[in-house]
């Protein structure tokens, strides 16, 4: 049975937080989240970081419930018109472009081509043992998906004008408001995805391990298939609920 | 200190149940047929959440006095807990709430599922910053049309509501800044808003509504005792807040019908 | 970790299995600006929160202190700001209200203490993701910034209450304060938001995969259950506020319609039609009624905490409570209608909602029961920590029981928007958690600082705030019952409300006087931390793990080392142990029989 002391020491404090005294720091040097021998491993920080994507991802979703439900509460609502106080209902659905039908298309490919980008570094950093590393292939899908998520921005971009040159502004009416509302929120969240893009792209630059570069790309992914099937359901729900 | 605390719990304890019991400051007397049933659950309701107040308060008191070190026992009682005594309080607990909240449907059915009987008078009670309106359909029992841009709140009345000339039901619609109604007759309340929410509230007729832009509320209640009663707005809707507050004058039957007959008369 | 024991805790941490060596990140940093500015520390991080959320209730207790004194003498001219005027008190109620709700209870209780001691409890040299962490810290920091600047701008701040409902917070026009102040009011909110959402998703991160060997679930403090479930909560409702708040700046802005219908506001069409405000309000309350639970669970995790070591006994109900934890959590969805019963929702939702929300009062009162059942048989010692513990469940069972009264829309008729509904939500939520945040300072004080805090002060402070903050909001049930309404600025116009004025009088005097005893507090925290006597590093005798590191916590939390846990957490007075406290890394330990 272990003995136990009283705690009954009082010891000289310190108002600092304890940086001096400690043991010597477990790496060398500076930088921040590189790999060495002070760092978690590679399984273990790429759990973690798409454990951090689930959960960062939930309230992403909330979001868009949030503005569905307003979607669809708000197609089915009746207003007061006082002018013959009677109830009416007051939605007009809103034509979308075709554009946006390319659109589509341009970000399931963008997708593939990072899934595809994610596992060409997953092999760089997890060499299977025993087996040599494979020349990687130099096709750069990386900066093709970042390529594919720009253009998919300005094809947004260009039928947003399309819409308004139909007469559909923001406020014009309640279902044009939520056209650009929708679209307009997962482009902003898409831009997000296309700086991690970005960032991971230079990340070989700064010369991160291939390790960290692996994990980033990871989550971009992850995040990245995320908003596609987003834009799919947003489409769907524009298209046929409206 | 175990004392002390006792003591200054058992006291603001005793205190302020001696205010809830004395009523020195309480609901204003009911004069609707619903206040009856309403104040009822609510001292049922208030009588067993003041045993539940008192008992908690003393217990914890007593726990912190009887339990302090140095007082006895001296030994600690070591447990984690009785998984039986968790489930007792647990069944106990949610059969109070649940079966208090019940209890009310009867209540809450006849005040907001049953919609105005056929006899009800309507009063179209219309919100704004920062005044109440009240409309009166006339012998038409029809309201006329209103048109937000004819509303012309500074020259009061029809106006303000922006009552459409144009409409023939609005001929005899009568238009007040007092609402009056008969007494022990069903008053069947039309709420409606012209900027913002408002609320339509009597205490003592325990009637209180929301008035909302957009909306047109169908709302009942039956006042059973003569008198003037002050109706407060119960919303914030700005700046006036305060001081948007109307009078309802309930009355016999002929003097209604003579007040009615006189507002009539005016607009020939 | 040498120099930061003393002989007998070295031996006392080597009888501990010490466990993996410890894996962290960075290494110390050095420099002012790394070291306490941009501090990747969680231990720096929640101090700055904790610091941020005391500036922010200095500024809540002077706005509501304007706010009780304009109520009470409404033609005063006070020094320096001169007359308050109808829409400046309601200015005062709106900003008081969101400062409080959002840059105090939902700041000092998660983002300061959760963010200092969550890692520790459970074993971990730092939270998830330190960037994200102090990105949050600086976010939620811009936001108050952002909230402040809505004072300055013209028009002033906006006067549309906390709750901000549409029309009136959707139409520039609608009153003084909703032109940019509002836009201001509803940018801060977004960007608090943002913030929290960012501190949440480190809560969670850690909180599943940082924990240390042997620290299951359910050997988590009562403290890290309710940190990880309000971050939860926090993740699911803030993006909803977000989205409300993204759908107000539209319809203010951009001409759309979501929250406004065809309305004239002084006397001219705005151009809206169409819209709902009570689309608004299920927004805003659905994110709103967990946010009442977000600003509470970590106070209860606290009281829980608190009771067990100060009663020298195991908390009753361990499991019960981490189910009670998860239960309030979850229903805590499931009851926003019962702010809208007399909204002009259909009364058949309102009925269905006001039997959830008495079913929500079920797993409160299960704590309740144990916590009365832990000082049961208990050892009971009286430091201030304790007192304040003692204090919130007195707080938490009074507003608890005029919870069921609101509950009930048939009673609700008659009390909502009345004086009784902030009465009982300052009592359950504002003072209740604020006295949580009391008892957390006075417990964890030593291990941040080093040094005690001064008892005595802490006693004049504690009987000062529990007997004043009772006089406050205790005579508020009773003038709501009376029909006395809220965000009234004056009861001038109303007859009936000219007979409740001396008991609002004796409420401001009682405010006067508890935010004056605060001073014990201000001077006891300031004072302390370079003055105090110099604190052991386990002064309570307590069991949990930041009670076995040194004072205050190195770096990386302890010292190179991983803990290893055998122990739950509240092991007080183990028949047969040789003495009345058992750390969680202690060699396991079985109660003899």
């Known amino acids: 049975m272990a003995s136990f002391s009283t705690t009954a020491t009082v010891d000289e404090p310190r108002i600092s937080l304890g940086d001096d005294g400690v043991l010597p720091p477990l790496r060398g040097g500076g930088g921040d989240g590189d790999s060495g021998p002070g760092l978690p491993d590679y399984a273990t920080r790429l759990r973690r970081a798409r454990l951090g994507l689930l959960v960062a991802l939930t309230p992403v979703l909330m979001l868009f419930v949030s503005f569905s439900s307003a979607y669809v509460v708000r197609q089915g609502l009746p207003t007061l018109d006082p002018r013959t106080n009677q109830l009416v209902l007051d939605w007009i659905p809103v034509t979308l472009p075709k554009l946006l039908l390319l659109n589509t298309g341009v970000l399931i490919l963008s997708s593939l081509f990072m899934e595809l980008a994610r596992r060409q570094i997953k092999g760089q950093a997890t060499p299977l043992p025993g087996v040599s590393a494979e020349e990687p292939t130099k096709i750069p899908w990386l900066a093709m998906t970042l390529v594919l998520g720009l253009a998919f921005l300005f094809g947004q971009w260009t039928a947003w004008r399309q819409l308004a040159a139909s007469g559909f502004y923001v406020a014009t009416t309640p279902s044009s408001s939520f056209v650009y509302l929708l679209t307009g929120t997962h482009a902003v969240h898409l831009m997000g995805g296309v700086l991690a893009l970005f960032v991971a792209g230079i990340a070989s630059l700064l010369r991160r391990s291939v390790a960290t570069r692996s994990i980033v790309v990871d989550v971009t992914a992850w995040y990245w298939h995320f908003m596609a099937a987003l834009w799919i359901y947003i489409l769907c729900l524009l298209e046929f609920a409206g | 200190m175990g004392l002390i605390l006792l003591v200054v719990i058992w006291l603001i304890t005793l205190i302020s149940t001696y205010f809830f019991v004395a009523k020195t400051w309480w609901l204003p007397a009911g004069a609707s047929a619903a206040a009856a049933g309403i104040d009822h659950h609510f001292t049922t309701t208030y009588i067993l959440m003041g045993i539940v107040f008192v008992a908690a308060q003393l217990a914890l008191g007593f726990f912190v006095w009887k339990y302090r070190e140095g007082g006895s026992p001296s030994k600690v009682h070591y447990s984690h807990g009785n998984a039986g005594l968790e489930i007792v309080w647990t069944l106990l607990t949610t059969v109070l709430f649940v079966g208090l909240n019940l209890a009310t449907y009867p209540l809450w059915s006849a005040e907001r599922f049953n919609a105005a009987g056929p006899s009800a008078i309507p009063v179209e009670v219309t919100g704004m910053q920062f005044a109440w309106y009240f409309r009166y359909p006339g012998p038409d029992g029809k309201f006329g049309a209103t048109k937000p841009e004819l509303e012309d709140a500074s020259a009061g009345g029809e106006a303000a509501l922006g009552l459409d000339p144009k409409d023939p039901a609005s001929k005899d619609d009568v238009v007040t800044g007092t609402m009056v109604v008969p007494v022990n007759r069903e008053v069947e309340v039309i709420l409606r808003a012209h900027d913002v929410i408002h609320s339509f509230f009597i205490p003592q007729m325990r009637f209180k509504q929301d008035a909302v832009p957009g909306l047109a509320i169908h709302m009942h209640f039956t006042p059973i005792q003569t008198g003037d009663y002050e109706i407060l707005c119960a919303e914030l809707c700005g700046l006036g807040h305060y001081k948007m507050h109307g009078m309802l004058k309930v009355v016999s039957q002929e003097e209604f019908d003579k007040w009615l007959a006189a507002r009539e008369a005016e607009k020939q | 970790m040498a120099g930061g024991t003393g002989g007998g805790e070295t031996i006392t941490m080597a009888t501990h299995e010490s466990g993996l060596p410890a894996v962290h990140e960075h290494a110390a940093p050095q420099g002012f600006i790394r070291k306490w500015v941009f501090s990747l520390d969680h231990k720096v991080i929640g101090l700055q929160y904790y610091f941020l959320a005391l500036a922010a209730v200095f500024v809540g207790m002077f706005l509501s202190l304007l706010m009780r004194i304009h109520l009470i003498w409404p033609a005063a001219t006070l020094p320096l700001l001169g007359d308050i005027k109808p829409e400046t008190y309601l200015t005062l109620v709106t900003m008081h209200g969101t400062i409080m709700v959002f840059f105090v209870l939902t700041t000092a209780p998660q983002g300061g203490f959760g963010n200092y001691f969550l890692p520790i409890q459970i074993g971990a040299p730092d939270m998830a993701f330190p960037v994200l962490n102090m990105l949050s810290f600086w976010t939620t920091f811009l936001g108050f910034i952002v909230m402040i600047a809505a004072f300055f701008v013209a028009g002033g701040a906006p006067l549309h209450g906390w709750t901000g409902y549409a029309p009136l917070s959707a139409v520039q026009s609608a009153g003084p304060g909703e032109g940019l102040g509002a836009d201001l009011w509803i940018i801060s909110i977004a960007i608090f938001c943002i913030g929290a959402l960012m501190g949440a998703l480190n809560f969670i991160t850690t909180t599943l995969d940082m924990r240390a060997k042997g620290m299951t679930l359910m050997r988590m403090p009562l403290t890290c259950w309710a940190w990880f479930v309000t971050a939860i909560l926090g993740l699911l409702a803030f993006g909803v506020l977000l989205s409300a708040g993204i759908l107000l700046l539209m319809d203010r802005n951009l001409g759309t319609s979501f929250f406004v219908p065809l309305i004239t506001v002084n006397g001219q069409l705005t151009g809206h039609k169409g819209g709902s405000p009570l689309l608004w309000q299920h927004l805003f309350w659905f994110f709103g009624h967990p946010e009442v639970y977000i600003a509470i669970l970590p106070a209860m995790g606290m009281c829980s905490q608190l009771l067990s070591v100060f009663s020298r006994k195991p908390i009753f109900g361990y499991k019960a409570m981490v189910y009670a934890i998860l239960g309030i959590g979850f229903l805590g969805f499931m009851v926003w209608g019962h702010h809208m019963f007399m909204s002009g929702m259909s009364p058949y939702t309102a009925f269905a909602f006001s039997i959830m929300t008495m079913g929500i009062g079920v797993p409160s009162a299960i704590k309740t029961f144990n916590w009365l059942g832990t000082l049961w048989g208990g050892r009971i010692r009286f430091a201030s920590p304790m007192l304040f513990a003692i204090g919130f469940v007195s707080l938490f069972v009074s507003g608890g029981i005029s919870g069921p009264f609101l509950a009930q829309p048939v009673l609700d008729i008659q009390l909502h928007d009345t004086a009784f509904v902030p009465a009982h939500f300052h009592l359950i939520m504002g003072v209740a958690s604020i006295f ?110 930041e009670w076995t590191t040194a004072t205050p916590p190195p770096h990386d939390n302890f010292g190179g080392k991983t803990p290893v846990v055998h122990n739950g957490p509240y092991e007080y007075n183990v028949p047969g142990a040789p003495r009345d406290y058992v750390m969680q890394n202690d060699p396991e330990i079985k109660a003899a029989h």
């Open chain 3, 436 to 545: 949580g945040i009391f008892a957390a300072t006075y417990y964890w004080f030593p291990k941040m600082f080093g040094r005690m805090m001064n008892e005595t002060l802490a006693r004049w402070h504690f009987f000062i705030s529990l007997i004043g903050t009772y006089a406050v909001f205790m005579p508020m049930h009773y003038a709501g019952m009376a029909g006395q309404p809220r965000r009234y600025s004056q009861f001038t116009e109303v007859h009936y409300l000219a007979s409740l004025i001396p008991l609002n009088k004796f409420i401001t005097f009682a405010a006067f006087v508890t935010i004056a005893g605060q001073l014990f507090f201000v001077v006891n925290l300031f004072w302390s931390m370079f003055k105090g006597p110099k604190a052991s590093d386990n002064p309570w005798e307590a069991t949990t793990l």
